[in-house]
């Protein structure tokens, strides 16, 4: 189930509490959990860390770091979340070049959503980019995302990534917020680029001018990220959005 909510272009994160005291006995299944994943996916599986969400709202977010591994245990036994409460934060960019919106399909071998198409780029909040007061920054993720998926450079963007909606997925307790990211690139320009990508999450790229959205959404709705659709609807109601 996915909650919609509308934020201001402001939006802001922010570094709250430490995160819950976790007793050791789940701590214990946690190491079990991961022990287990990386005998069977090895060193593709890397424990990072990610912002986990304590409180949101339309002008702020607030939360606290935690390993991934953490998320992914709760991942595998759903129970956890009642102690760990992990609450990932996201970005994903709704990405207009001159001739349309950019989506992607997801790889195979990805985590999450593998061969569903979704909006491009997208990942999550680890910290890596922090604005002057030393907080994560949403939009230098989003822009380290766009680099790394599509092979856009950050100089190609017209103007700073602008907040619009924030997506609460309540089921995988993982929140999107969706941003826009304009770059003076033609679908041509987009695709030689993402061409030339030696490590890739999107098997390919698909560019959609803004006019026909709606035919796409109905046309490709099983085979389509909820967030990204839940994103893309939003956007579809603010034709200003849009259009620039």
Request: with cysteine; hydrophobic share 45%; charged share 25%.
């Amino acid at each position: 189930m996915l909650t919609v909510h509308a934020v201001n272009a402001s939006l802001k994160v922010q570094l709250g509490s430490a995160g819950p005291a976790v007793p050791s006995e789940v701590l214990a299944r946690v190491e079990a959990i991961w022990k287990s994943e990386k005998e069977r996916r090895g060193d593709s599986l890397f424990n990072g860390r990610l912002f986990s969400i304590e409180h949101s709202g339309p002008e702020r977010i607030t939360g606290w770091f935690a390993e991934y591994r953490w998320f992914l245990a709760q991942r595998r036994d759903p129970s956890l979340y009642q102690v760990l409460k992990i609450r990932p934060l996201g970005v994903t960019g709704l990405l207009c070049c001159t001739d349309g919106i950019v989506l992607g399909r997801r790889a195979g071998h990805v985590e999450m959503d593998a061969g569903l198409w979704e909006l491009v780029p997208s990942g999550g909040v680890d910290g890596s980019r922090v604005d002057g007061t030393g907080q994560p920054d949403l939009g230098a993720h989003l822009l380290t995302e766009l680099e790394e998926e599509t092979g856009i450079q950050a100089a190609a963007v017209s103007k700073p990534p602008q907040a619009f909606v924030m997506v609460e997925d309540q089921l995988n307790h993982v929140t999107d917020v969706g941003l826009i990211v304009r770059v003076n690139h033609s679908a041509a320009q987009v695709r030689e680029l993402f061409a030339a990508l030696t490590d890739r999450e999107y098997d390919e790229l698909e560019v959609v001018p803004a006019s026909r959205i709606s035919d796409f959404l109905m046309n490709r709705s099983a085979r389509l990220a909820e967030v990204s659709r839940a994103i893309l609807d939003s956007a579809a109601r603010q034709a200003d959005l849009l259009l620039g």
